[in-house]
């Protein structure tokens, strides 16, 4: 019976990663799709708001414009940048017509950047489909054909990917997993999102976002989130809401993005949106809004937390019933950590740190959760919703 308590108590820790694994398999996957562009094929304008992105631009733009689908425009907006993001643009603008670059208007008030420059660019464009994509993402060829396929056989009036994350420092490979299993556990596979019932359920990937233009200018376009953290989730839930068709599906073999790199841009990266956006979208309804910022770092202390205890317990400081409770929820959690990095297409080893990333993490979202709505990116500081 002694036995029995710890083990019964680290149920959580053992049921817990088992149920997120189960959920993220219901996945539909780009790769089941047709590569061949259709035989009508309408005219894509993939607009790509960029500001201080002159790491990034070169590489982006030409990904994009390697495409095989035969009916592209693409639409840089330099959003005011202060590096050399749009000269490198339309270095590449003056030997490919495919491409303009628009040099964004002043950010008028009540607007965060990115939804402003987004708006600049669906004004300026002429296609039947819109395509939304990050200045730090990466497109394989046949990407916007196999897209536009998906899109049109799943009838979405929202489309939208989820690529692989390309992590090269430590701290990325330490926080990234952290943050994407946390969202795998809320919101599940792509299945789940997809055929999600309530609004607060579904989510979108701004780094690839899909629709046709007529739904997107119907809908008020990003006016309609022009003050929300996450312009994505809110436009996800806002179509949801509308009674509109959200479709997510998966992508690792087809798009890639590099968020963040190092520390630093991680904790401003991720700060911007886990509170600021996550109290509007993660759980819903006015109960939910207040709980979360309890909810929001405990997560990630109850990660850590069987890490702390085991050596404490190992030494002999706490009774024999909390080794056993520690002991097998650590190992529990290193089984898990091992199979998300392994999907992840990282070294498995990297799953023996899962406590400082969850540690970080905590501390990302505590700093988030003490500083409320005000968020800061890219040089400019916003008051959220």
């Known amino acids: ?16 990663p088992i149920v997120i694994v189960l959920r993220s398999r219901r996945s539909r996957d780009l790769a089941d799709v047709s590569a061949a562009p259709p035989a ?13 992105e002159r790491k990034h631009i070169e590489a982006c733009l030409r990904s ?15 959003d005011h940048s202060t590096d050399t993001t749009g000269s490198l643009a339309r270095g590449i603008a003056a030997v490919d017509p495919r ?11 009540g607007w965060l950047g990115k939804q402003w420059a987004c708006a600049t660019g669906a004004a300026a464009a002429g296609g039947e489909i819109l395509l939304f994509a990050d200045a730090d993402t990466r497109h394989t060829p046949t990407l916007v054909a196999r897209s536009v396929n998906a899109m049109r056989a799943s009838a979405a009036d929202l489309f939208t990917l989820a690529g692989r994350q390309d992590m090269h420092s430590a701290w990325e490979r330490l926080v990234q997993p952290q943050i994407f299993a946390l969202l795998a556990s809320r ?7 997809t ?51 959200v479709v997510l599906m998966m992508a690792t073999d087809f798009l890639s993005t ?13 700060g911007k949106n886990v509170f600021a956006a996550g109290r509007e979208t993660a759980l819903g309804g006015a109960a939910g809004r207040a709980a979360f910022p309890v909810l929001l770092p405990l997560v990630p202390l109850t990660i850590l937390a069987p890490a702390i205890v085991l050596p404490v317990a190992a030494v002999g400081l706490l009774p024999a019933g909390w080794l056993v409770w520690s002991g097998v929820c650590v190992a529990a959690s290193l089984a898990f950590w091992i199979s998300v990095y392994g999907y992840m297409r990282q070294r498995v080893w990297w799953a023996l740190l899962y406590p400082v990333g969850a540690a970080v993490v905590f501390y990302i979202m505590l700093r988030a959760v003490l500083r409320g709505r005000r968020i800061e990116w890219k040089e400019r500081a916003y008051l959220t919703q």
């Not at 019976?1 to 817990?16: D, H, Q, R």
């Not at 491409?99 to 008030?109: E, H, Q, T, Y």
């Not at 919101?187 to 999102?193: C, D, I, L, N, R």
């Open 1 to 16: 019976m002694p036995l029995l308590i710890p083990l019964c108590c680290a149920a959580p820790w053992i049921l817990g």
């Open 40 to 52: 009508d094929p309408p005219l894509v304008s993939a607009i790509i708001p960029a500001r201080n």
């Open 64 to 78: 994009v414009l390697a495409t095989t689908y035969p009916a592209l425009e693409v639409i840089v907006v330099d």
């Open 99 to 109: 491409l303009r670059v628009l040099d964004n208007l002043a950010l008028p008030a």
């Open 187 to 193: 919101y599940g596979g792509s299945e789940q999102v």
């Open 195 to 245: 055929n999600a019932r309530r609004p607060v359920d579904v989510i979108a990937n701004g780094q690839f976002i899909m629709m046709p233009a007529t739904v997107y200018r119907a809908q008020g376009g990003h006016a309609a989130v022009r003050d929300k953290a996450a312009e994505d989730l809110a436009l996800a839930q806002r179509f949801k809401a509308a009674g509109l068709r």
């Open 258 to 270: 590099r968020m963040y790199e190092g520390l630093r841009e991680l904790v401003a990266g991720w």
